[in-house]
């Protein structure tokens, strides 16, 4: 999580929402590596797991992660829940709750819906105040 947060204040110092995330593989190793990019690149699919799980999918030669762990810095929305269970992650592991868009348990729960083909690990609350701290810190400061 210390890296993902690393990533977060990455994403602050750009301007971004500091979201930072960081792919392990399947034997603790870091993958890759990703903060919010959408004001860089105006690219609104940008968020900080899908950069990572990009890179980590880039450097492994395939789409699909089973055995990897994607560790996020605030619980992810729609899109990205989406994404790390299209791509096979075998755990996710997220600090702050996000009760506006949060699809892992705060407004959704897509991670773990059985009607899915697959349902990765869920660990939460891991350096949450840190995490939701410099959130608050960056939209207070906006």
Request: net charge neutral; proline share 4%.
């Amino acid at each position: 999580m210390r890296d993902a947060l690393a990533e977060a204040e990455r994403a602050a110092r750009a301007g971004d929402v500091p979201v930072g995330a960081v792919v392990l593989g399947p034997d603790g190793s870091l993958l890759a590596t990703g903060h919010n990019e959408r004001e860089a690149t105006g690219d609104p699919t940008a968020h900080a797991e899908v950069v990572a799980l990009r890179r980590a999918a880039r450097a492994l030669g395939e789409w699909r992660l089973p055995g990897c762990t994607l560790v996020v810095t605030l619980e992810p929305c729609v899109m990205c829940a989406g994404a790390l269970v299209q791509s096979r992650v075998g755990r996710l592991v997220f600090g702050a709750l996000d009760e506006k868009a949060g699809a892992v348990g705060s407004l959704w729960d897509l991670v773990r819906d059985r009607r899915l083909n697959h349902r990765p690990e869920v660990i939460h609350g891991v350096l949450a105040e840190e995490c939701s701290a410099l959130l608050t810190r960056f939209f207070r400061d906006r």
